[in-house]
């Protein structure tokens, strides 16, 4: 019997060795189906905080998400870490939070630290952490460590603690925070007894991961942006311009952030190839192309070769080059100690404050085989259960099929008029109520800006599917958009209108000089009766001819070239006189009636097919000058057939049969007799009115009234020709070709048309004579006393009244009372020898003309207060003046000038006005680069219909405006950046970066952790900012300094780096409730534009949100050069990398399961005493998703109030599970 | 009744009693052996594989390391005798602490140490060195370690990864002896088998 | 000589001893009770062996079985959006980033999942390996595997993992120098090759990144006597009781050659996602059976003929096919259990 005892007792010992590891097993099993609860429990809370409908804004940080109401107050703040109370009403002020942490290690019952360290080489000093490696500090850009709650727990004394509090799991499944009595090593646990024991633990904390730099998205920037001033700067950023695929130097693409905030050390070797180990390691980034930016743009230039390596699954796969080869930078310990500022995953929603889809901010035709490969994943990005969100384009020659003809357009158009008249959740108010009469308006505008969005797409090789290409070789019509027009709204187009009309009074004889007066040879003159001159009454005769000068102005000003196919017929003209001042009679100037404006008789004035302009010579918008509108003209019979007409008159420039050479708005020559010491003569205009119609349809695009008033001038004087010069040239007394008088060469040019007395240069343009002409013009303008109109505003006009033109200040009493352009590279070059301005954009002080040397424009013949004082004027890209301009999206622009050798003796690309296209070869036709972000429509008028001009959508934080009440200081109420909010523009280059309702990489601006606030990691947005420059011009550069026709260029600098430790203080100041709003965090990306960008080379004093923007405001007191456009540049591209918002989140765990010691208290857990049987920790990366195939999702932009919000349809997936276990 | 006089047993019956029982035992006691399975050789190979199985147990439920360390035996003999486990201690993550008492083998068995026998010793991740053992003072030992996601520290050669449990006389022997238990960890994810001939 | 016993004190009143008839009697039952005992204890340590056989066979089934799932739903693809050109090559397959033109966008993914019948995914077979049975997996999930010291204790590598069940010997996982015969079972085998092998990126068709460790023999078994993997990708069962929707023969491949179909042309389902859901089924017979059927290096014919036929390309059949397959083990007497379970691809976000 011991025997058969003996085999029993050894069948028993090996069933206990099983049973114990069994037990194990289970135990881990049990602790793993914790960490499940974990993970369970912050979806719900995510899933809670983020499914308030339309009503509640929320944003998301490490460690917490707050909600905000429709009054723009904190709602609700929902933690995403293990705590006693998982929710708050009202906001979580950190601090608190943070305050209950600091003696948590006396507590092991009751804190655990989630990013305790282990010891993995076992050498007896921690060297993992779970979470957050602090020998980053130091090595990581904008991470630190402040006053850590440090103690020792579990025999280490971790400098980085990441305390959360344990909750205690019953075997019922309740999960139970420690009453507040537990301490020590004791947790009181209420609900736990001999029935229902405690059987394990849990401790979490969740990080955003949007806080952290995408390795699939991010690189290693270069700074580019369109040159505006003549630094060499900004020659250089002309001449340096990043190519087709050269990502990390488009404005406000991912690339831009900079990976060397995490991995500082791989920057080397020269400028050219600096960054290399960066794009070595950024998966679809190469090197080339301009190589960082150090070789000239030229279309020799090659694109960069897109990388073909893999996406990244996991940031640990950094170690791996895509051929799985060691990556020679990087090594284990880097990307540990990285793995708290990088992801692979990060995903940010598309969605608005209300929760609902954003409205794509690019342009997709209707046509579908006239969408790019990159318009369609943009389309796909914008639709949602085949509901597009994005504007459609179809006709860019009709005012009214892109709206009417589009049912989406409309559905899309009330969408954003309904959320614009909501109440904005998280902010209150409505923007409606802030725009006026002008809601409609505004909105109108951004549709037509998005509709005049790349106009000329260079990845179609077949240009006809390009949105505004032009026909025929010359490409009539390139560029050319008839604006929307909106129920009683009208958007600008991409058309000409006219700010300036004046007359253009020439002498063609004076009895003074015989050789003009013999009627034999100078054909202005009645035949046989040659003037006379009568020296007893003092007066004299003299012929005169007047032509009409339109001066052409399109407020799309930017490099896109511009081709219009347009018609202008002047209704009026026919009655216009003029009268010596010593005459009675008014005589009748013998304009052309509109009847007359035909083909056989006058002609008609119309721009049509003209080589010249369209091979590579075209117009980049803003002042296009008068120029343009002579170009080539040829003038009909007059002066009873003694002057025939011109010989090209009934030509068109490439045989299409159109004809476009005639100038049908010339006078006859007339006889005035004036006082031959003191001519003056009297000109009378009757109302004009000028219609500019689109060509091929005939519709009329703008009907322009204005009127001359009476005005008595000083007369034109003969020109005479040069004394001594051989051969003796004409002068071109007539504006017709054969009017010069006989015996001097090149006799058949008239003064539209003619050669240059001087250079011999045959001149395609019209000759002013400085000297002795009169230009007499009337101006768009406005208001008692006048200011001059904003010119937007006359481009979204249709019908233009009488009343907006006015003569030129210096009207009857200046030979040259004008401003008028003769060219956008050479402004008043050929027109006037005097200053026509006498208004100002910057205040820099009485007495002192506008600083644009060589010419005084822009034209600004009145003063503009409310430009100077709020600068809502752009800078004019390249040399080109400032004006207001709509701030167009670039389209790139070579040298003009294609010899890469050479390389820019010519003119620096965008310095020249006549701008380059580049080819297909290197496009630079890329999404990214034309539109960084919705921050683009910043030019956009909100005054219109309001009559308040050089006001338009502020995108930046300004302590003052004419136009917007200041509230504290601040813009808290319905401040135009909302608008930014409900516009996206997905990343669609070199992959689909964007996906529908979201994009990856960006950088989430609460960066604040909670609750451990005493670790600070803004490295998301030190690299999101890094690259960028804060443009600001000195208003004592005015002086030909900062805009030179000449192409001088100086050493100044305009745009300088970010003080980024400056800047990020306001960010605390929030974080802290130090600003005073109660918020403690963002609510919306958008919101970067109430902060200041602080440039480096500003010298503010940070202490507070006041401090700043006095600092600020005084900075840009004496930068008023800086316009618009440029201040507002760097919120435009920087906004295109931030979010408030997470899709994914990480979820920290550990869990245990416990066992209570036998005979113990059931409702306490003794750390020392009780048992841990089984421990698991890890993390799990969530991201939340909407499928956008789902059939049952509503289309929410023609019901915003559907009862299926889109909250209701985020799912979650898991995007990786990693367990601690080193 | 008459009083029987009984007479004892004679020595044939008792030598036929003992004959008896003695065939007895010599039939049952191998049985026996057989039944019990309980050799020494196969109790010491299902020690070192029930050690190996605790200590994968240990790392994966309480997610920590754990050392497997083959304590040198007693004597001037070659060979390790026993089997300790050790992990951090639950309140120090930097202090190691043994979390089992020290497996002995039974007399007679011992773990080869040489390289042809044992290459998982004789490659361990903790070569051969001296510490101390509560209760035993300095002694030498070798190991290796369960990571706490299941698998080992040990080279990626599975067959390479096992101890030969050995007779004594056979502990130096390079030859395969005809008895011995080769215990075999998988390194990757800690299964444990074994061999017997 | 003679014994006499003696009692202390009275003599004649006792039976003076047990006859030698008695003591044989005595002996005899003491023989017969000691041979009765230990024939109970010998059958019932037999019985217990048997069943604790049988225990560590599922035990180690459902211990490989829990690994499995818990790998496979770790599964990852990371599929993203890319540009195809306008024969439908994605970018990443184009032999040269200049010259590709792209036309449409699409799914992409680096990484494959794979699953179908084993016998035609799995071409070179790994040594001592000589049939293969039922269907096999092969996927990419972060295991942090790896062999060398300087990347192991990064969690997020990938690798390439994958399961299936083959009959073949142990010999290469043999320690070395043993020479006991070679254990011919059916086993489910675990391809885990280290990360730094991983060829996925390399060539972005095909499956050698699979197929190549496979034949190199990266695999471990994990259980002994499994004798059919059954992987059945599906949504789940509200959305597809018939379980046909993704996949109606058990095959599913993301990298799938068929074409573009519809207007405009959309990718085939299968292309670049993860199933959300696979039904994984494993048999398993017991040792006993196992070693009764054992027959050298020729699978077993009753195994063989168990399976043939069943689980082939027709998931509506799989309810009859797995009873088929029940009661034609049943017939053979062949202890067995089969483990079933849905796992969930917790990466997946399938979209039809």
């Known amino acids: 019997m011991i025997l058969v005892l003996a085999l029993v007792m050894g069948i028993l010992s090996r069933v206990t060795t099983e049973r114990s590891a ?137 400098p980085a603690p990441m305390p959360v509090r344990w909750l205690y799991v019953l075997e019922d499944g309740q999960v139970v925070a420690p009453d507040a009595s537990s301490s020590g090593n004791l947790a009181t646990i209420s609900g736990a007894s001999k029935d229902n024991p405690i059987v394990g633990r849990i401790a979490f904390w969740t990080d955003d991961e ?338 009409l000068i339109l001066d052409p102005f399109t407020p799309m000003h930017g490099s896109v070239p511009m081709h219009p196919d347009i018609e202008v017929t002047i209704d009026g003209l026919e009655n216009w006189t003029i009268r010596g001042n010593e005459e009675t009679q008014a005589l009748n100037l013998g304009f052309p009636s509109l009847g007359r404006q035909v083909d056989a008789d006058a002609g008609v004035y119309r721009f049509g097919p003209n080589s010249e302009w369209a091979g590579g010579k075209v117009n980049a918008g803003g002042n ?179 009343t907006v033109y006015e003569s030129h200040p210096k009207s009857g009493t200046a030979r040259m009372a004008h401003t008028v352009i003769a060219d956008a590279g050479s402004g008043f070059g050929g027109y006037t020898t005097s200053s026509g301005n006498s208004g100002t954009f910057a205040d820099f002080g009485a007495g002192k003309t506008y600083p644009f040397n060589y010419q005084p424009a822009p034209k600004l013949p009145f003063p503009v207060d409310a430009a100077r004082v709020s600068g809502d004027w752009d800078n004019g890209i390249g040399n080109l003046a400032d004006g207001g301009f709509l701030n167009e999206p670039d389209q790139g622009n070579l040298a003009a000038l294609n010899s890469p ?69 601040s813009f808290i109420n319905n401040p135009d950046y909302l608008l930014m909010d409900l516009f996206w523009m997905p990343v669609v280059e070199p992959y689909a970066i964007s996906e529908p309702l979201s994009t990856a990489g960006k950088i989430n601006m609460n960066t604040q952790i909670i609750p451990f606030t005493y670790i600070r990691r803004d490295t998301g947005i030190y690299a999101a900012l890094e690259n960028e420059r804060v443009i600001s011009v000195p208003t004592a550069d005015y002086n030909s300094v900062y805009k030179d026709a000449k192409r001088n260029f100086t050493d100044k600098v305009y745009r300088h780096p970010v003080n980024l430790a400056g800047t990020l203080k306001q960010f605390q100041q929030r974080f802290d409730n130090s600003d005073g709003t109660g918020l403690f965090a963002f609510r919306a990306a958008a919101e970067i534009c109430d902060l200041h960008i602080i440039p480096d080379d500003a010298t503010i004093d940070t202490s507070s949100r006041t401090t700043i923007d006095a600092g600020m405001a005084g900075y840009w007191a ?39 010691r036998a005979g113990s208290a059931a409702n306490t857990w003794d750390e020392g005493k009780d048992v841990i049987t089984g421990d698991y920790r890890g993390s799990t990366v969530l991201e939340r998703f909407v499928d956008s195939n789902n059939t049952a999702i509503p289309d929410f932009a023609s019901n915003v109030s559907a009862n299926l919000s889109l909250d209701s349809f985020y799912r979650w997936r898991m995007r990786s599970h990693r367990t601690f276990a080193p | 009744m008459v009083a029987m006089r009984m007479r004892a047993f004679s020595l044939v019956e008792l030598l036929v009693v003992v004959a008896i029982i003695g065939l007895l035992a010599v039939l049952a006691i191998p049985a026996m052996n057989n039944i019990t399975g309980g050799t020494s050789m196969t109790r010491a190979g299902q020690i070192v594989a029930d050690q190996f199985a605790y200590a994968r147990q240990e790392a994966v439920g309480k997610n920590r390391e754990v050392q497997v360390r083959f304590v040198w035996r007693d004597g001037g003999q070659p060979g390790y005798a026993g089997v300790q486990l050790w992990a951090p201690a639950p309140n120090d993550v930097t202090s190691y602490r043994p979390i089992s008492r020290i497996s002995w083998l039974p007399d007679g068995t011992v773990m080869a140490s040489n390289s042809k026998m044992s290459p998982l010793i004789a490659g361990a991740s903790i070569r051969e060195t001296n510490g101390v053992f509560p209760g035993r003072g300095n002694t030498k030992y070798c190991g290796f370690r369960f990571r706490p996601g299941g698998g080992t520290d040990l080279g990626f050669d599975t067959t390479s990864n096992f101890v030969t449990v050995v007779r004594d006389r056979d502990a130096s022997k390079t030859d395969v002896p005809d008895n011995y238990a080769v215990i075999q960890v998988d390194q990757v994810n800690g299964r444990v088998r074994t061999y017997r001939p | 000589m003679r014994f006499k016993w003696q009692p202390a004190d009275r003599q004649a009143t006792h039976p003076a001893a047990f006859t030698l008839l008695e003591v044989l009697a005595a002996v005899t039952l003491l023989a017969m009770i000691l041979v009765m005992t230990g024939s109970i204890i010998s059958s019932s340590s037999r019985a217990w062996r048997q069943a604790n056989a049988k225990i560590e066979t599922f035990q180690d089934a459902r211990a490989a079985f829990d690994v499995m799932t818990a790998r496979l739903s770790r599964a990852t693809l990371n599929t993203y959006w890319d540009y195809y050109d306008s024969s439908r090559k994605p970018f990443r397959l184009s032999s040269s980033p200049s010259t590709f033109v792209p036309d449409q966008y699409g799914r992409y993914s680096d990484l494959h999942f794979l699953c179908g019948p084993a016998s035609s995914l799995i071409t070179g077979m790994p040594p ?110 509200q959305d597809d009781a018939a379980g046909t929707q993704i996949s109606d023969d058990y095959t599913y491949d993301s990298r799938t050659a068929d074409a573009w179909s519809g207007t405009p042309p959309r990718q085939p389902a299968q292309a670049h996602q993860l199933p959300p859901n696979l039904q994984l089924t494993l048999v398993v017979i017991d040792e006993t059976s196992a070693k009764r059927l054992e027959k050298g290096s020729a699978a077993p014919a009753d195994i063989t003929a168990a399976l043939a036929g069943l689980f082939t390309d027709d998931v509506t059949r799989y309810g009859d096919d797995l009873k088929k397959l029940q009661d034609r083990l049943a017939d053979k007497n062949i202890g067995f259990r089969v483990f079933s379970t849905t796992v969930s691809l917790r990466e997946s976000k399938w979209s039809p």
Request: proline share 7%.
């Open chain 1, 22 to 158: 069994a037990g194990g097993y289970a135990s881990s099993v049990g602790a793993k189906l914790l960490a499940d609860t974990a993970v369970q429990l912050v979806q719900a809370q995510i899933d809670a905080a983020t499914s308030g409908g339309t009503t509640v804004a929320w944003s998301s940080q490490p460690g917490l998400i707050r909600t905000f109401d429709e009054a723009g107050r904190p709602a609700k703040s929902f933690k995403l870490y293990s705590d006693g109370t998982m929710q708050v009403t009202g906001a979580l002020n950190p601090a608190m939070e943070v305050d209950a942490l600091k003696n948590w290690y006396a507590s092991p019952g009751v804190f655990t630290d989630i990013n305790s360290p282990v010891d993995a080489n076992f050498d007896g000093t921690p060297d993992m952490w779970p979470i957050l490696d602090p020998s980053a500090e130091g090595k990581v850009e904008g991470f630190e460590i402040n006053s850590a709650p440090k103690g020792s727990y579990l025999g280490v004394n971790n």
């Open chain 1, 210 to 547: 949007t806080c952290k730099l995408n390795v699939n998205t991010a690189s290693e920037g270069a700074y580019w942006d369109v040159p505006k001033f003549n630094t060499v700067g900004d020659q250089n950023l002309g001449i340096y311009q990043p190519v087709k695929n050269e990502f990390q130097g488009y404005p406000g693409h991912p690339a831009g952030v900079n990976l060397s905030t995490v991995f500082s050390g791989l920057a080397s070797g020269g400028a050219a190839t600096q960054y290399d180990e960066y794009y070595k390691i950024a998966p679809r980034i190469d090197p080339g192309g301009s190589l960082n930016l150090t070789r000239p743009a030229t279309d020799a230039l090659e694109p960069v070769k897109l990388d073909q390596d893999r996406l990244y699954a996991d940031i640990d796969e950094l170690i791996f080059d895509n051929s799985r080869n060691p990556g020679s930078s990087l090594k284990k310990e880097d990307i540990e100690r990285g793995k708290f500022f990088l992801t692979a995953v990060s995903r940010a929603p598309e969605v608005n404050l209300f929760n609902l889809p954003r409205v794509v901010c690019w342009p997709i035709h209707t046509d579908v085989s006239r969408r790019s490969p990159f318009d369609k994943l943009i389309a796909f990005c914008g639709t949602l259960n085949g509901d597009p969100y994005y504007f459609q384009r179809k006709d860019k020659d009709s005012s009214t099929n892109d709206y009417q003809q589009v049912p989406r357009n409309k559905t899309l158009y009330s969408y954003l008029k309904e959320l614009t008249s909501r109440p904005v959740p998280g902010f209150g108010g409505n923007l409606k109520s802030k725009f006026g009469a002008d809601h409609g308006q505004v909105l109108t505008e951004i549709f037509d800006y998005i509709r005049n969005t790349n106009l000329n797409d260079l990845n179609f090789t077949d240009k006809t599917k390009q949105f505004a290409p032009g026909t025929g070789e010359a490409g009539v019509g390139m560029a050319e958009v008839v604006p929307i027009e909106i129920d009683d709204t009208r958007g600008f187009g991409r058309y000409v209108t006219f700010p300036e009309v004046a007359v253009w009074l020439i002498c063609t004889a004076d009895p003074d000089f015989a050789d003009s007066n013999d009627p034999v040879t100078n054909r202005t003159l009645v035949t046989g009766k040659p003037l006379e001159k009568n020296t007893a009454d003092g007066t004299k005769e003299l012929r005169i001819e007047a032509a």
């Open chain 1, 624 to 802: 296009i000058g008068a120029n343009w509108a002579f170009f080539q003209r040829q003038v009909r019979a007059r002066n009873g057939g003694r002057l025939p007409k011109d010989a090209n008159f009934s030509d068109s420039v490439d045989g299409s049969g159109v004809k476009n050479q005639q100038y049908p708005f010339v006078s006859e020559p007339v006889t005035v007799k004036v006082a031959a010491s003191n001519p003056k003569v009297t000109l009378a205009g009757s109302t004009l009115t000028i219609n500019v119609k689109q060509r091929t349809t005939g519709d009329t695009i703008q009907t322009i009234k204005l009127n001359f008033p009476s005005t008595t001038m000083p007369v034109p004087a003969l020109p005479r020709p040069t004394a001594g010069a051989s051969p003796l040239r004409a002068p071109a007394w007539s504006f017709q070709g054969s009017g010069a008088g006989a015996g001097y060469v090149y006799k058949d040019k008239g003064r539209l048309n003619t050669l240059d007395e001087k250079s011999n240069d045959a001149k395609l343009q019209p000759v002013i004579d400085r000297a002795n002409d009169v230009i007499h013009s009337v101006v768009a303008s406005e208001g008692t006393p006048r200011q001059t109109l904003d010119p937007r505003l006359l481009a979204m006009m249709k019908d233009v009244p009488s």
């Open chain 1, 901 to 969: 050798s050479s390389g820019f003796g010519y003119a620096p690309p965008y310095y020249s006005g006549h701008n380059k296209v580049s080819t297909f070869s290197m496009t630079f036709t890329s999404p990214a680069r034309i539109m960084p972000s919705p921050g683009m429509f910043g030019s956009l008028p909100t005054g219109f219909k309001r009559g308040l001009g050089w006001q338009t959508l502020l995108f930046r934080r300004q302590p003052t405006h004419p136009g917007y009440a200041a509230s504290n200081g």
């Open chain 1, 1118 to 1156: 004496s930068r008023g050069l800086t316009g618009d456009n440029s201040r507002e540049r760097v919120y435009t591209t920087v906004y295109q990398r931030l979010t408030t918002k997470s899709n994914t989140y990480t979820v920290h765990f550990r869990a245990q399961s416990l066992r209570k």
């Open chain 3, 128 to 237: 001592g390996i000589s049939a293969v049975a039922t269907q096999a997996i092969f996927f990419i999930a972060p295991t942090g595997l790896s062999s060398n010291a300087d990347y192991s204790a990064l969690p997020g590598l990938l690798s390439a993992c994958g399961y299936f069940v083959a009959f073949g010997d142990d010999d290469s996982s043999k320690p070395g120098f043993l020479s006991t015969p070679s254990r011919y079972r059916w086993r489910l085998m675990e391809l885990s090759a280290p990360a730094e092998k991983l060829s996925v990126f390399t060539s972005s068709s095909g499956d050698s990144w699979a197929t190549t460790p496979l034949s190199q023999g990266q695999v471990r078994a994990v259980a002994e006597n499994v004798i059919a993997l059954i992987v059945w990708p599906r949504l789940s069962t």
